[in-house]
């Protein structure tokens, strides 16, 4: 029979574990500042699941508002409500998740019970773009809004326990940065595949074509998910597996807990607007390229501009935070990120090859953003378990209600910035003529506003000094 957790413990209290307590794993009996080394191949399993949920990251953000608007016919305000209200849930359900994989933890020595829950995402993603031919406008929206909340609920169910497991490990600092740059590897590959795909597979503008595009990436959301599920078991039969705390919690008592650590809220503060800032800049793509660049099939070259030489970044960026410290190197990454919308504003006078240009180092610097700001949290989350707190649920649940609080408001901005400058909706992609204030307004969208939410996110992020303290540690022994 196997062993239900892989938790370490002290060596003396092996004898002495309480009634109900999960069996403790042998295998990984080492003291906390040891620090293993998870093998290569079961971090790229572990990252598996990261290439999957990359499309539901990925697809809505760059879609959603352009299917709203140019397919179903609803109106740039009423799209970005669509995308925005949702979140409101999510900003309850991601901390209800981190709670209860807190207790999950306690109770059973591991998560997995939720991760195998969140794999649903898949029929909640077909049902988000397979809108009847009968509904139009509000009742699209309607629609829409009903199943992204519904993905929304199930990607947290995956989302929350998947994203604690580099906290889980017993591993040390420059250690979670690998398991961040083989998950960001894999992510990027995710967002490349879909961010490329998803556009070729709809370009005709039809419900049909998003409906197939739908079930197509369906598959890989199950698949590569379920793949992440095995290998997340491995890597804690490894490496060890961090037991929170024995203390039950209420969600807001975890909340408050994490909000009050000075050090993850200065990250999360930042991390909210490095991701309205990205999520805004992803939407606005398509309409850059249709109504600026004046081609709409650029927008899969811009996506491939954008995520290739993400994809190869992460492990040149991991060497550089062994050299900086992460906070150094995420600073670097969202000074780029100010000043590379900047470099957009001449529009199609710019040319096609330095646009391309502009838009792969802001795909450079978005590998940045991604690797060091979720590396940083197993750091706080290690951190505050020195002091006693171990909970490392609750303050990933705090982390991923972050990240999708701001991958909503970052589309609505710019629906809000659309729809002031007077943007007219469509139906089924039919081309319709639009005001000079609305292609004002849809450049300044994409240049302006975005440069201005990532230097608010700068000075939060400058707060942050835990890294501080590592960035010259040694490596844990091996």
């Given amino acids: 029979m196997r062993s239900r957790a892989r938790s370490w413990r002290p060596a003396s209290s092996a004898g002495t574990r309480a009634a109900g307590e999960p069996p403790v794993s042998t295998a990984a009996q080492a003291p906390p500042g040891a620090g293993a080394r998870p093998r ?27 299917f709203m608007t140019h397919t179903l016919g609803v109106p740039p305000a009423l799209a970005g409500l669509t995308l925005l209200l949702p979140k ?181 503060l930042s991390y909210l607007f490095t991701g309205v800032t990205t999520h805004l800049f992803l939407a606005a793509v398509p309409f850059y390229t249709e109504y600026v660049l ?53 529009g199609d006078m710019l040319g096609l090859p330095a646009t391309a240009a502009v838009i792969a180092v802001l795909g450079v610097a978005f590998a940045g953003l991604q690797l060091f700001a979720f590396s940083m949290v197993p750091d706080v989350v290690a951190a505050a378990e020195s002091r006693g707190t171990a909970r490392a649920g609750a303050y990933t649940g705090v982390w991923t209600a972050t990240d999708a609080t701001g991958t909503a408001i970052g589309p609505y901005v710019y629906s809000a910035a659309l729809a002031l400058g007077g943007f007219v909706s469509t139906t089924e992609g039919r081309a319709v003529a639009q005001p000079d204030s609305a292609l004002l307004a849809l450049l300044i969208g994409v240049t302006v506003v975005p440069a201005a939410l990532m230097a608010v996110a700068v000075v939060f992020q400058r707060r942050f000094s835990l890294d501080r303290a590592h960035a010259d540690a040694p490596e844990p022994a091996r």
């Avoid at 889980?168 to 967002?191: N, P, S």
């Fill in 40 to 66: 290569g191949r079961d971090l790229a399993g572990y990252a598996a699941g990261s290439l999957g949920m990359g499309v539901w990251v990925t697809v809505p953000g760059l879609l959603l508002l352009y």
């Fill in 294 to 346: 004046d081609d709409e099939g650029l927008t899969a070259v811009l996506m491939g501009a954008f995520l290739v030489p993400a994809a190869i970044a992460g492990p040149v960026w991991t060497r550089v935070s062994r050299r900086t410290g992460k906070q150094r190197a995420l600073l670097l990454c969202q000074g780029a990120f100010v000043l590379g919308p900047l470099a957009l504003w001449p």
């Fill in 88 to 268: 409101i849930i999510d900003a309850v359900a991601h901390p209800l998740f981190g709670t209860l994989s807190d207790r999950q933890a306690r109770r059973a020595g591991h998560r997995r019970g939720m991760l195998r829950w969140g794999l649903l995402l898949a029929v909640a993603w077909i049902g988000l773009f397979s809108v009847p031919g009968g509904l139009s406008g509000w009742s699209a929206a309607l629609w829409v809004g009903c199943f992204y909340i519904a993905g929304n609920v199930l990607y947290a169910c995956f989302q929350v326990p998947y994203l604690t497991t580099p906290s889980d490990l017993r591993i040390g600092y420059h250690e979670r940065t690998r398991v961040f740059m083989y998950r960001m590897l894999l992510l990027t590959v995710g967002l490349l595949g879909a961010g490329v795909a998803a556009p070729a597979l709809v370009s005709a503008g039809g419900r049909g074509d998003y409906a197939r595009m739908a079930v197509l990436l369906a598959g890989v959301l199950v698949a590569t998910g379920a793949v992440a599920v095995v290998f997340v078991r491995r890597l804690t039969d490894r490496c060890g597996f961090r037991v929170p705390d024995g203390q039950g919690h209420s969600v807001l008592a975890d909340v408050r807990i994490a909000w009050r650590d000075r050090e993850f809220r200065a990250l999360v």
